[in-house]
């Protein structure tokens, strides 16, 4: 697995800890221990995949689900900002159809709002700034657009790699990609079933938020400048 599949499975593992810990808090039959079984078979499944697959495929489902979760930080943050700009949200909402290409196509149009390009004139990469700023104002972070290209550029590398590679391993390592997305599903359920159980107990509301953290990448530094040249004597 990828470093994101990694993530993404350690939340799961996270979660199914927290699930056998705390199961004595829920009745027979109750939603959340029918969705702590689910999780606990699809972790399985995930087990049993891992043993197969080519270590040297990515699984496009968590860079996908990455690109996704920018995206849809950004269309949440337009419809925030359209309350004082009428229309301003369209541009940034996200396709109706799921499919990968219509996501790319949107993050590609996304990034062409928000990104300087090497052409853009000094009017225009002003323009971008101030709507870059506007998207700012509401708590995305100062390099929201930066961290869109960066996932963008992970699916387009993700694909050039996946089709130099040998096909061994190719059904194990998109159905690691679909159990985990599946896992997602399940804890995007027990979230809603948590945050209603534990409102008057914090301590576990916090346990539980802990472990169903999902952390993104770390940042990679900044390679220094070059020092200048050294003027000719």
Known sequence: MNDRDV??????????????????????????????????DLIQQVDQAKADQNP???????????????????ARTARSVEFNENGFAAPYRLPDNPAEIAL??????????????????AAVKTAKAALRTKFV????????????????????????LNQSEVQDGVEN???????????NDEITQLDAIMYNKYTRHPEKLRAWQSASHLERAPQRAKKPAPAPAPTPA
């Open 7 to 40: 993530r993404r499975y350690e939340r799961a593992t996270r979660v199914q800890t927290f699930g056998n810990q705390n199961a004595a808090d829920f009745a027979v039959g109750a939603k959340a221990i029918a969705h702590f079984a689910t999780l606990d």
């Open 56 to 74: 040297s495929r990515v699984s496009k489902a968590s860079l996908l689900d990455a690109l996704q979760l920018d995206l849809k930080n950004i």
């Open 104 to 121: 790319i196509a949107h993050a590609d149009a996304v990034l062409g709002r928000l990104e300087d390009q090497p052409a853009d004139s």
């Open 137 to 160: 104002a509401y708590e995305l972070p100062a390099d929201f657009v930066t961290a869109l290209r960066a996932d963008r550029k992970a699916v387009a590398d993700a694909n050039q």
């Open 173 to 183: 390592t998109r159905l690691i990609g679909e159990l985990l997305t599946q896992i």
